[in-house]
């Protein structure tokens, strides 16, 4: 092993920075039904102002304001009852001073009327006649025609993920399909001549089922991408070039799992740099050193640590900025986190950003140990803690942000 090292190590800073193939997913127009948490590629504005028309949001009695002013229980506003508005339809009367129009919600603002006054101030004294004892200010229980949005303005705006609210607005506007950034397809591919098919019943001495390539299909889904699970490959020099020769045209995404350390056998830093460009081996992360990131024709390989809870902290911290940023969002959408305090004090190395999984229990977050190998860490934890590169630990009582697991 003498001779070889992590001779290009860089910091997560770093790679978030300035690691950025230049690859994208193409544009693809897909129906509302289909776009929930897609990626718009471009700002989609409205066709339409919205509502579209000035509306009554109380039930009521449409007027001019000023007829209203100074109204009260001992001295009501009496005003005409000139006719009603109905529900989805056009008035067909308008209002003149001292006159009122029954409206419901939702109606059309009659011309004339600047304000609904709300039916609990209101009594229908004699018939024809509807006594206020309540003012209501101009536009008082109404909204105008572009309150919501005004025509030509941005309904949602391209590289942010569609939420549920979005759908709405653009269902709203009439706009049923949406130009979206296809789903990133994240080609995964396990090494290791220990790894074998989850599906193995009966492992040999020394074997191991593959439990990364399952995981990290689980975090590129959450993230938007299409994980595509490539298979295992053995440490066979040329094994690994091969199938990255095969997976290239077909992948946005490239992983490849263990085999970026510098022992003997690992081959990822050989079969990446001869189909592209290495840009790092080595990230001044814990857990995660052995990380190796390359571009292949804009397209990004990522060569993770073996040890699982490695590759699915490095994939978190890394991977899942990259496949977001392929697929058109480029800034991935916030974490859900909360603020805990610290049970215990941790120790960094100033340089280094290290990835804490913690539990959180009564607003305590208490750290997770083990060593990296052991994936139970990770599917205990709720959230973790970053102790960020220039710190050289954390203190045990002060509060943390710990960002939460889905
Ligand atoms: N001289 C050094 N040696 C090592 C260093 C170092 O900095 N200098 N770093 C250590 C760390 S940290 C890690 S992590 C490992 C990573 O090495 P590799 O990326 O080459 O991974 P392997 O050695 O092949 O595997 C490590 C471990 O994980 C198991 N494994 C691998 N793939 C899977 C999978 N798909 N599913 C489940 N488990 C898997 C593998 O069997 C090993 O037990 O290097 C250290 N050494
Ligand atoms: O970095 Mo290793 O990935 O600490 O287990």
């Known amino acids: ?9 860089r910091t997560v800073a770093e790679a978030l920075a300035g690691f950025r193939p230049a690859h994208r997913t193409a544009v693809e127009e897909v129906p509302l039904s289909a776009a929930l948490h897609r990626v718009p590629a471009a700002d989609i504005p409205s066709p339409h102002a919205l509502p579209g028309f000035a509306k009554s949001t109380v039930d009521g009695f449409a ?67 509807i006594e206020v004892t309540r003012p209501v200010a101009p536009g008082g229980g109404m909204v105008r025609a572009d309150d919501d949005v005004a025509a030509g303005t941005v309904l ?28 990133p397809r994240v080609a995964i591919i396990s090494t290791g001549d220990e790894v074998v098919p989850p599906e193995t019943a009966e492992l040999t001495a020394g074997q191991v089922r593959d439990a990364t390539a399952s995981a990290l299909a689980g975090l590129a889904i959450e993230a938007g991408g299409e994980p595509v699970i490539a298979g295992i490959v053995s440490d066979e020099p040329g094994a690994l070039k091969e199938k990255l020769t095969e ?17 003997a056998r690992d081959e990822t830093a050989g079969a990446v740099a001869a189909v592209g460009e290495v840009w790092c081996h080595g990230l001044a992360i814990k857990p995660g050193k052995p990380t190796l990131l390359a571009e292949s024709n804009g397209v ?57 999984q913690v539990k959180v229990t009564d607003g305590v977050a208490e750290p997770l140990f083990g060593p990296s190998a052991l994936l139970s860490v990770l599917t205990s934890a709720d959230g973790y803690v970053i102790i960020p590169e220039p710190a050289t630990g954390l203190d045990a009582g002060i509060d943390v942000d710990v960002t939460l697991y889905p």
Do not use: K
């Open 300 to 356: 990004p390989m990522i060569g993770l640590p073996g040890n699982p809870l490695s590759a699915l902290v490095v994939f978190g911290q890394i991977g899942l900025p990259l496949l977001w940023r392929i697929g058109g969002c480029p800034t991935p959408p916030v974490r859900p986190n909360v603020r805990a305090r610290l049970s215990r004090d941790l120790a960094s190395v100033a340089g280094r950003l290290d990835v804490i």
């Open 63 to 129: 007027v001019r304001a000023a007829d209203t002013y100074g109204a009260s229980d001992g001295l009501p506003s009496y005003l005409d009852l000139l006719g009603a508005v109905r529900m989805g339809a056009a008035p067909t009367v308008s209002v003149r001073p001292g006159g009122c129009v029954a409206m419901p919600t939702g109606g059309v603002i009659p011309d004339g009327a600047d304000a609904v006054v709300m039916v609990e101030y209101t009594a229908e004294t004699m018939p024809g006649t």
């Open 247 to 263: 997976v290239l045209p077909s992948s946005d995404l490239v992983v490849v799992s263990a085999g970026s350390s510098v022992g």
């Open 1 to 9: 092993m003498s001779g070889r090292e992590f001779f290009t190590t």
């Open 156 to 183: 949602v705006a391209g590289g942010r993920p569609l939420r549920a609210p979005d759908l709405g607005l653009l269902a709203a506007a009439g706009v049923t399909s949406v130009p979206v950034h296809a789903r």
